[in-house]
């Protein structure tokens, strides 16, 4: 809202009328300034203190103390880009980098497809007691990783496990998931699958509870058929849900370490080994955590690209509804 | 009891600037109603008063005291929410009771005074609930006891009545300023509502994209408005306004319009030839000032094209080559649509194109 | 229209329904069956693993060895769950226990209070955009990114393998994703509710006392859980500070018994068993809050 000065009070109508009714003081100056010139203000800033001072000293300064690290070498020396340039000939990296992706690019879609699908079913009106499957359904999410981890080993193990049996009532030879780099591919995306679905589930769940119930209505008296509606009512609204559900997905998926741990430990060979793996095995198992950490600009590169559009969603899409 | 005294109260968010320069005196005992549409600053200016936001710049006085750097709870003001902001989490009876606990009252002192106050709003049978199970008009009067029973130097209320349904707003209205008169408080009242503010305010301050535009009694506002934003914001049927140019037919003045030429007052084209020179100005009268009658001969004719009857009146809209007048017929005459009328303006206000303000 | 199904929704139970109604009921129960069936579907993926984990701690080495393995144990044994607790699980128990509540709590206290800052204090929209930005995209950080500087500082300053540590670590890593979060929980609560305690008198840190917190308290508790769980189950940090009994978590002690090839599958069964059980607790109490925390917190606007 701006100032029009074209509608002005009257001198003499005004109760003590100020003379300089067409000047406007100037807006305040600064946030900085702003910000500590009141009690109130000073008091807002003390609270919110601790926790920055937190973040700075245990997230900032590691991101800060990595690039140092990756700039030397494991005495200490200065060995300028060497880490780096290392990080792109090595092909365990490369390796574990393409493996990341792949199980991304496997993870992401069929987790926002699964999310998406059981949203849908606990939304309809043809789901009661849609707090209970909502708890079952979000249980795997608040599963740790090394717990969900463990308990897909038993379900792939050959004598023990249960992915087995089915095919064995087809009369297939049984499968040894984790010792074969394609199967154990296969075998990692299910167990992520299943621990990060709730997830995307979840998030749009609660997209599809934004949506307004009389556009329903509205689009059912514009003649919109069921599939209409959805296509045009249902995926519009829940669309930054959905960006921000992809994003989270993505983050999860590609920070995962305790699946691997419990499972094929990286192997068959180093098949699966992904770019959390990889910098858990050069830092704490081989001792090269200088080496590492040039893996862990790579990571943060990826999490920042996802942030940005993370926040860029949250922040310019929703303001500007 | 006090006055509120508004100075050069300037308010900024960020960039945006909410209220300019606000000069404003609340007499002791007043109720001065803040009117004007929506983010015009009206309900700003009433936060800076209790002390829910800090002015820019400018001062407010309560009674002697400059209370700009006072909390809320200093200034022994009481505030009644749009929502009515009504602690979802206590009963009604705690609600009211609330502020009177915060002042270390004596138990039996709260019950009377609760109860009294209950009584005197009839909502003593509402007292054990939480507002949650009250009606939306329980609720508003629990907020009003709530402000009330602590017996503050200033009542400040918010649209007070914007949620209730328009039978009970009428009742409340008439209510608010019987209690207001009763307890001689001073009240500021914030609406956007022209109706209650002309109904209930002893002053009204009328505000505009921050600023104000014109302080007065309720007649004042509607008989001389000083600009043409007060004219076309006060009035249940709005002003008509008539876009035209000052001009000498036979030494006389007239108002003339691609419609209409009306004759303008010797008095009133003295003071237009000294404060609008130029003499482009808009006329602007109010329905029930222009007198119609049905002959065909007279000047400013014009055709009806439509009749809203309005039971103890009928609005008649008339239409001159795009030009739209609302008339109000009070007589009950036989008009029907497709008349022909000719038309006399009783009393206008002529308002300068360039600054907006009344010829006066 | 809109009126036959509001009373079709209030008396499908109890009063019988005219008869064209009944037959599109006939219709929609077709389309419903098939809704459940999928979601029985699912329920069963998401719980089977779980299940499978639990009777396998109860079944004996013969059901264990039996080809095709049982869905039921035939003849159930408790001799997993006496080797965990002899393995001192209950140890592990302990110290995920103390560090899991501990980190909670102090998350909370420095988290709350930058929380109401952020949403209550009328602080310079810029500087608000700023730290709630900022703490966005620190949530998103992986842990593992932060682990090797924390690592190789914790060494130099001798803090490796002692509980304090986890607590200080979890504690933070935990910050950002709490004030966001909370932050969207305070929003949800009006702000003129809090601003008519302070016009009835109240002090700033009254009407959070009296009148936000008891409010919000639901969101908290329900934060709180939450919180916990992620402490829980917190297993990248704890892999690079545990080095002993002293402070080994439950994750890294269920990561200790998984056996890599021989059939004794019954002990860390056991250990998975109760690393799950609060969860499911959580899961219970929780959802109700996920899905309005999550429309509120995650994904509200300024």
Known sequence: ?321 | MAEVRIEGLTKYFGDTCAVNQLNLVVRDGDLVVLLGPSGCGKTTTMRCVAGLERPTYGDIYIGETRVNDLEPRERDVALVFQSYALYPHFTAFDNIAYPLRLRKTPKDEIERRVRDVAEMLGITHTLERPPGLCSGGEQQRIALGRAIVREPVVFLMDEPLSNIDALLRVYMRAEIKRLQHELGTTMIYVTHDQVEGMTMADQIAVMNEGTLQQLGTPSEIYDMPANNFVARFVGSTPMNFIPGALQKENGKTVHKSDQFVIPVGDEMADRAAELCPGGVCTLGVRPEEIRFTMDEEGANQAGVFLLEPLGSETILDIEKEGLLLKVKDVAATQVREGDVLSLSFNRFHLFDDETGAAIR | MAQTEARQTATTDTVPLPVEMAVQERRFNLRKLLVVVVLYLAAFWTLVPMYWVAISSIKSLRDLAHIPPRFFPTDPRLDAWVTIFERRILENVYNSLVVATLATIICLVISVPAAYAATRMRLPFKFVAIVVGLMGLVALLPPIASAIPLFLLGSDLGIIDEKYTLIILYTVLNTAFAVWVLRGTFMDVPMDVEEAALMDGDTRFGAVRRILLPLIFPSLFSIAILLFIFNWNEYIIALYFVNSMKTMTLPIAIQAQIPQHELDWGVVSAAGTIAVFPVLVAAFTLQRFLVRGLTFGVASGQ
């Open chain 1, 1 to 321: 809202m701006t100032v029009q000065q074209t509608v002005s009070p009257l001198p003499g109508q005004g109760a003590t009328s100020a003379n300089s009714v067409n000047t406007q003081p100037p807006p305040p100056q600064g946030m900085w300034s702003e910000l500590f010139s009141f009690r109130d203000n000073r008091l807002g800033v003390m609270l919110i203190v601790p926790s920055l001072l937190a973040l700075i000293l245990v997230q900032f300064y590691p991101i800060v103390y990595n690039f140092w690290l990756i700039l030397t070498s494991e005495k200490g020396e200065w060995i300028g880009l060497a880490n780096l340039s290392r990080l792109t000939r090595d092909t365990i990296f490369h390796g574990a980098l393409i493996f990341s992706l792949k199980m991304g690019i496997v993870v992401v879609p069929m987790c926002l497809l699964v999310g998406l699908g059981l949203a849908l079913l606990v939304h309809s009106d043809y789901a009661g007691r849609k707090a209970i499957w909502i708890s079952i359904l979000i249980i795997p999410l608040m599963v740790s990783e090394i717990v969900a981890g463990m308990m897909w080993k038993i379900m792939y193990h050959p004598t023990l496990g249960l992915v087995n049996v089915p095919l064995a009532a087809l009369g297939l030879e049984p499968i040894i998931w984790l010792v074969k780099a394609d199967t154990a591919f296969i075998a990692l995306c299910v167990v992520e699958v299943w621990r990060i679905s709730p997830l995307a589930f979840l998030l749009l769940y609660a997209g599809l509870n934004q949506v307004p119930r009389d556009i329903y209505e509205a689009a059912a008296v514009d003649g919109a058929t069921r599939w209409r509606a959805f296509w045009d009512m249902t995926l519009p609204y829940i669309r930054p849900m959905f960006a921000i559900a992809t994003i989270l997905v993505f983050v999860w998926s590609t920070r995962t370490i305790g699946t691997i741990a419990a499972t094929t430990q990286g192997g068959p060979g180093r098949a699966t080994w992904n770019l959390s793996w990889y910098i858990y095995g050069m830092s704490f198992q081989r001792l090269k955590p200088h080496y590492a950490s040039a893996a862990v600009l790579v990571m943060l590169l990826m999490t920042y690209i996802a942030g940005t559009i993370f926040v860029r969603y949250l922040w310019v899409e929703r303001r500007s509804r």
